[in-house]
Every structure is written in structure tokens, then in C-alpha cells.
């Protein structure tokens, strides 16, 4: 499975992005996909996840009420809409696919994208 992640940019404070990932190859067990970001000097970090099959969503609390993160009717692209940014938001982000069951601990994810960074301006 081959994840291509792009929409990342430089935007100003209380802007708005929005990222898409595409997924591609053998999709077939692909569950769910989600987001994470690490910032510079930090840990990568969980951002979001949906499951494809029930629709539903999970937000970091640092996001909740920012982001919005939904996928396509073929369940092979997700996207993040990242509305009212802020600096702290600065990051690369990076998708990535799971199989087993939603989770916000990275080792649970087997496929990665490489990443787009996102920088947020004061």
C-alpha cells in the first residue's frame, strides 16, 4: 500500500488547510485511516482517525472542534480540514492506514505516508 499525502502550506494564524491522502495498492484491508503530526523538536503525535465502515471519528483534544477529518465514497483517500489554525499546529503530518481496530497509538498503524508539513504563521 502506497499512501501520498499533499495540501500542506504556509498559512497565517486562524487560516484554514486542507490536507488529502491517497491510498493505493492493496487496499482491501485497509479499516481506517488517521493523522498524525510532529512538530519540530517533538514527538510524532495522534491528530485523527475514522473508521470507514461506521462512519465515526476521533480527535486529539488539542484539535477537537478545529479539525474535521472525513474520506471519500471508495475508502482509499481521507482528508483533514484544519480550520482556525494556530502556531502550535505547526508540524509535519503524516496519514497512515490500520487493519485491526481504531487506535491512537501509532504502532497500530502499518502503512505511512511521507509526510507534508504545515506551517502556521503568527
Known amino acids: 500500500v502506497q499512501l501520498q499525502a499533499s495540501g500542506g502550506g504556509l498559512v497565517q494564524a486562524g487560516g484554514s488547510l486542507r490536507l488529502s491522502c491517497a491510498a493505493s495498492?492493496?487496499?482491501?484491508?485497509?479499516?481506517?485511516m488517521g493523522w498524525f503530526r510532529q512538530a519540530p523538536g517533538k514527538e510524532r503525535e495522534f491528530v485523527a482517525l475514522i473508521t470507514w465502515s461506521s462512519g465515526s471519528t476521533i480527535y486529539a483534544d488539542s484539535v477537537k472542534g478545529r479539525f474535521a477529518i472525513s474520506g471519500d465514497n471508495f475508502k482509499t483517500t481521507v482528508y483533514l480540514q484544519m480550520n482556525s489554525l494556530e502556531p502550535e499546529d505547526t508540524a509535519v503530518y503524516y496519514c497512515?492506514?490500520?487493519?485491526?481496530?481504531?487506535?491512537?497509538?501509532?504502532?497500530?498503524?502499518?502503512?505511512w505516508g511521507q509526510g507534508t508539513l504545515v506551517t502556521v504563521s503568527s
Open positions: 497512515a492506514t490500520w487493519s485491526g481496530g481504531p487506535s491512537r497509538i501509532e504502532a497500530n498503524y502499518r502503512y
Open positions: 495498492g492493496r487496499t482491501f484491508d485497509n479499516l481506517g
